[in-house]
């Protein structure tokens, strides 16, 4: 009996002996497997997060976020939801399609076919289109009938939520755009003259009542008289009103609302807000600094240096002086 026990043990830490080292290497390749194969799925988890969905409305803006996406390695899937949509956006998406904001569940459904999760919202979107159009379906007269009031800040939070249900979520505006905020500063060759640097701070002061009332961002004034405040019409049309009763040497005042929600609704210049100053007699744009997207600035600058006309990139507490 001793001698087979010895005989067993024996046999038994021979085996050891021999399935040690294999346990060994299975181990091994196991961790080296891990190392070469997790990696290699997690880097399929972070492509497959580098997908944003966009709602895009018209201007220069939805184009500017795409081409900076585009160089991030950010796959762009759009849905133009209203009338005249930079064609150029087409260029720099991954997909694309036209769908009317009032085909709101279409919308939607198009979020989930795109397999997006995040969302931004850019580029215009006439508030007048809400007040006449007929062609919207059951679920944008469910988002909409039950606001009492339709100020833009209710109306576009009333379908972020409704987004936010179906599991999309909006980020900020600016998030890939932060160039597009410049600091503080006289931007243009020419610098205002003393009237018009009072008519900024009052103009500021001004547009800054309507931006908290949710009314409009922008404002017109003339040798301290409001001439035009932005309503649903939008910036253009407010300037061209101010151009008319003014005549000419008007200053016109952008700003952000006093509780600016990033997601949405940023105010926004460009080349086109120029061309419109310059046809209606407007001379000066002052803008908040750091709280405005400003597009094609150099443009900007040039058709302002070439027809005597001031850009301001404004704040009330670093005030600049001529």
Known sequence: MIEV??????????LRFVLEPARLILLALAYAGAKLILPLLFRGVRVLRKRIGMLAGYGDLPVAFAIEAQAAGIDVCAIGITADVNPQLKQYVAAYREISLGQWQQVIDTLRAYGVQDLVLLGKVEKS????????DARFRQVVGALQARNDDRMILAFVTDLAKEGFALRTQGELLSELFPGPGVLSTRRPTQQEWNDIVFGYQMAKGI????????????????????????????????????????????VAKPQQDHRFDIPTV???????????????LAF????????????????????GMVIVAYLPDRPITS
Not at 5 to 14: D, F
Request: net charge neutral.
């Open 129 to 136: 289109w809400a007040l006449h159009t007929t062609e919207v």
């Open 288 to 307: 908040e600094a750091g709280a405005t997207f400003v597009l094609q600035l150099n443009t900007m600058c040039r058709y302002a240096d070439e027809r």
């Open 211 to 254: 931006a908290g009332l949710d009314i409009g961002q922008t404002c017109a004034v003339k040798h301290g008289m409001v001439l035009a405040v932005e309503a649903i019409e939008g910036t253009d049309e407010c300037i061209r009103r101010g151009g008319r009763l003014g005549r000419a040497d008007v200053v016109i005042v952008k």
């Open 5 to 14: 026990s010895a005989a067993k043990r024996a046999a038994s830490t021979a």
């Open 270 to 284: 460009g080349p086109d807000t120029l061309r419109v100053m310059h046809e209606s007699g407007a001379r000066v």
